[in-house]
């Protein structure tokens, strides 16, 4: 691919692990300006952000107009969200670049509000998990007395990282959780006027997967699926490792089917997505799609395992569809590999007095690569969600049985780490 002059690719909000999406369109020769959201406007997002990366940097602060003044310089080749904060934005922004790859633009409010992104799904036929949206405790307290499993989880319409995931089994817990996060604000500044109240599966027989995916022009193709093990802490069910599955598994094949009719019924017809899906016995049921790449995420590490990432296949969905047609068609590595995405958890909080010593991880035989905060935080959080989970790690071999070995040694020396770091 080779970039035309004055044409460049807009990347809204490429924070965290957005951050890697310049690097990748700069390493193809091309010219990359950055686009600040609103919802991104606090340290936990822009400390990440990396300037040197971009031709230019614009806000949204600083009014619509003045994005498409400073954008109208340029040939836009697309618009790419960085993350979730910056799918919105990238919905406003694409329709002011006729003919270049976008998403739908009758569902975009769906592609964020999860209360929308259930009931898009309903009305094109496709399994939802049943929901209530209010901002009345009352009125969650009656939804909830129907339900004949006890069972729900309180959310937010648009969060991230699980911030604000509330699994709750009686009526005391619903009211605990409507008190604890309505009119809280979000990682994005938004206050919670109303939350979601839905079914909670995971307790029903389901097994929890991540499917991410990516699309050009309507055709989609799964890049990667992960087996999701989770532990509750508090009221939130914390991810604690995920395993690859393969193509040849069985329930591939009906995740990889049921996502399509999703990505298709939200509009995401360009681009990446990451979404969690619960397998039920009654088959897939979508939790929540994002229109953006996974964040906790190596993608040198799924392109290892599986011959393919969002990543690499991100610049060929919207710059060369027959590139891209071309690259999902390529077979998977042999032998085959197993792989294990580990999340670190830290049982502990308090002032960081030394770095912490991780040689006895990277030393692992099946370790492949880590990325963390841990070397560089102040203060260390006790992990209750994503947002609080101090880095991720991959451990990748041809032998599962070595996988769990080392998944054991980890946990068993993880905690020893933690106390390092803490102690006086």
Known sequence: MTA???????????????????????GLGLRCVAVLSKESDSEFWRASFRPQDFLLTLEEA?????LLRGLSAYEVACVVPGGESGVALTDRLTPHFPGIPAMA???????????????????????AIPHCRTGDV??????YGTRSDGRVVVKPLAGTSAEGVRFCASAGEVRAAFAEL???????????????????????????????????????????????????????????????????????????????????SLGLDNGTAHSEIMLTPDGPVLIETGARVEGACDPGAVYTVCGRSQNSLLPLSYLDPQGFVHAIRRPRPEPRLYARHVYLLSPVEGKVVRAPD??????????????????????LERTVNL??????????????????????????????????????
């Open 4 to 26: 035309v002059p004055r044409s460049v690719v807009v990347l809204v909000d490429p924070l965290r692990a957005g951050t890697k999406l310049a690097q990748l369109f700069n």
């Open 62 to 66: 600083d009014g619509f107009e003045a």
């Open 105 to 127: 633009p009758q569902t975009a409010g769906a592609r964020r509000d999860k209360y929308r992104m259930a009931e898009a799904l309903i009305r094109d036929g496709l399994a």
């Open 138 to 143: 009352f009125e969650a307290l009656e939804w």
């Open 182 to 264: 309505l009119a809280s604000v979000s990682l994005f500044g938004q206050t919670n006027d109303e939350l979601l109240v839905q079914q909670d599966v995971l307790h029903t027989g389901g097994v929890e997967y991540t499917v991410n995916s990516v699309s050009s022009r309507g055709r989609h193709h799964v890049t990667d699926v992960w087996r999701m093990h989770r532990r509750m802490v508090d009221a939130t069910a914390v991810c604690t490792y995920s395993d690859l599955v393969h193509p040849d598994e069985a329930e591939y094949g009906p995740l990889a089917g049921y996502l399509h009719d999703v990505l298709g």
């Open 358 to 379: 991780l040689s006895g991880i990277r030393a692992l035989p099946t370790f492949h690569g880590m990325d963390t905060t841990l070397d560089s935080v102040p203060h």
């Open 387 to 424: 947002a609080t989970c101090p880095g991720n790690l991959y451990l990748i071999s041809p032998d599962p049985e070595r996988i769990e070995a080392d998944y054991t040694a980890l946990r068993t020396m993880e905690p020893h780490i933690y106390a390092g770091m803490l102690a006086d």
